[in-house]
């Protein structure tokens, strides 16, 4: 299992790597409306829209399990997060769910809102055991 001191380093790793990284490429910083762009770009609009989102919603499912498995490897099986491969899976969720939200008409602006209005009802002072506990919705 990975230690937290491990953990740290890794991140700083990969955190000095995508520095690295941005320096070479133009990815320092991509707003919402260019990343809808691209992903955009690479949907099939050819297939209807009931198609498009149980296709979005399986693989939205399938990518997170990805995600899912390299913590489960981590954590249970000694294996060394690997960031950047961690990182594209990150994409691969966001590609599903950005594209299932536009397809649904639902604005991320509105969906950000709405959940750090659900967390200061739910977690005025912050987080704590009484308040997960004690919570209405
Ligand atoms: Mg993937």
């Given amino acids: 299992m990975t230690t937290l001191r491990e953990a740290v380093a890794l991140f700083l790793e990969a955190k000095r790597l995508q520095q690295q990284n941005n320096t070479q490429k133009e990815t320092k910083k991509m707003d919402e409306k260019q990343y809808m762009g691209e992903i955009k770009r690479t949907m099939n609009y050819e297939i209807d829209l009931d198609q498009r989102l149980s296709m979005l919603a399986l693989g939205l499912a399938g990518e997170v399990g990805e995600i899912v498995d390299h913590i489960k490897k981590a954590v249970y099986h000694g294996h060394e997060i690997d960031h950047v491969e961690l990182g594209k899976e990150f994409g691969d969720v966001m590609w599903y ?33 009484e308040a997960s506990q004690n919570r209405e919705e």
């Fill in 97 to 129: 769910l950005y594209n299932l939200m536009d397809d649904l008409g639902v604005d991320p602006d509105i969906v950000r809102f709405l959940n750090v209005e659900k967390l200061r009802r739910r977690y005025p002072e912050g987080f704590s055991e």
